[in-house]
T-cell receptor
Framework: AQSVTQLGSHVSVSEGALVLLRCNYSSSVPPYLFWYVQYPNQGLQLLLKYTSAATLVKGINGFEAEFKKSETSFHLTKPSAHMSDAAEYFCAVSEASGYSTLTFGKGTMLLVSP | NAGVTQTPKFQVLKTGQSMTLQCAQDMNHNSMYWYRQDPGMGLRLIYYSASEGTTDKGEVPNGYNVSRLNKREFSLRLESAAPSQTSVYFC?????????????FGPGTRLLVL
């Protein structure tokens, strides 16, 4: 069975500081990994995804994530936070086995202060 | 191009009442999903449909039924609502294989069961 653990339900940063949101996964087969973002009162939208190509994945709005198989991690980073990055972020995993639903983590709320 | 639309946006029910949540997508996607989002729980899959005419249970199907009416529409029915079904419900769709492609989410339906 697959699972996702997001460390920290809330992360606070100052504007201009590094953003680091942690995600560890468990999967018995090679995974596909996703980061989604949810702005207040909206649905989720894709930030980036890893599907077994390059291990460093670049997404929208300056975010990127690195797949590290040895650490079973897929942490999300951004060099410099903007106020507009304040949102809830979800890591998700599926199995690259041809037929597997997405399993989401519990989410991390990113708070950005001026 | 509206993407994924959901109706209603907000609903209040009394315990024991029934209702149907509607979802439609105009992207010609094969797969559609229903999730519920509860605070601190992330998104949990209720049901999904890999193609027109097929539906499968997700992680939390009890108390719900679904219908894939055609390729565009996927409805979720609560036959006898319970307070535990108070939640935000999201519909999503994706092209290609379940769990391996980007999912596109609707804006959500906020349901309160008294």
């Amino acid at each position: 069975a697959q699972s996702v653990t997001q460390l920290g339900s809330h992360v606070s940063v100052s504007e201009g500081a590094l953003v680091l949101l942690r995600c560890n996964y468990s999967s018995s087969v090679p995974p596909y990994l996703f980061w989604y973002v949810q702005y207040p009162n909206q649905g989720l939208q894709l930030l980036l995804k890893y599907t077994s190509a390059a291990t460093l994945v670049k997404g929208i709005n300056g975010f990127e994530a690195e797949f590290k198989k040895s650490e079973t991690s897929f942490h999300l980073t951004k060099p410099s936070a903007h106020m507009s990055d304040a949102a809830e972020y979800f890591c998700a995993v599926s199995e690259a086995s041809g037929y597997s639903t997405l399993t989401f983590g519990k989410g991390t709320m990113l708070l950005v202060s001026p | 191009n509206a993407g994924v639309t959901q109706t209603p946006k907000f609903q209040v029910l009394k315990t024991g009442q029934s209702m149907t949540l509607q979802c439609a997508q105009d992207m010609n996607h094969n797969s559609m999903y229903w999730y519920r989002q509860d605070p601190g729980m992330g998104l949990r899959l209720i049901y999904y449909s890999a193609s027109e005419g097929t539906t499968d249970k997700g992680e939390v199907p009890n108390g719900y039924n679904v219908s894939r009416l055609n390729k565009r529409e996927f409805s979720l029915r609560l036959e006898s609502a319970a307070p535990s079904q108070t939640s935000v419900y999201f519909c999503a769709s994706s092209e290609g294989l379940v769990g391996q492609e980007t999912q596109y989410f609707g804006p959500g339906t906020r349901l309160l069961v008294l």
